[in-house]
């Protein structure tokens, strides 16, 4: 399973959701004007993050499934 290029793409999604959530907040805990300007538009690239990992997550358990 490791070898499997789906398998490497879909954890490549959930971990690049990690790298954006973490971004997310430790901006959110340093606070100020990084904070202010840009909390919205990573919160939004966090969830579209995870609508893409999600679907790759379920297309993998599709395809693996034999159905």
Do not use: T, Y
């Not at 805990?29 to 202010?36: L, V």
């Not at 919205?40 to 999600?54: D, E, K, L």
């Amino acid at each position: 399973m490791a070898k499997d290029p789906l398998f490497l793409l879909a954890a490549a999604a959930c971990v690049a959701v990690l790298i954006i959530l973490m971004i997310g907040v430790g901006g959110f805990a340093k606070g100020g004007e990084f904070n202010r300007k840009h909390a919205n538009r990573i919160m939004r690239w966090r969830i579209g993050g995870q609508f893409i990992a999600v679907a790759l997550i379920l297309l993998f358990v599709w395809m693996r499934s034999g159905a």
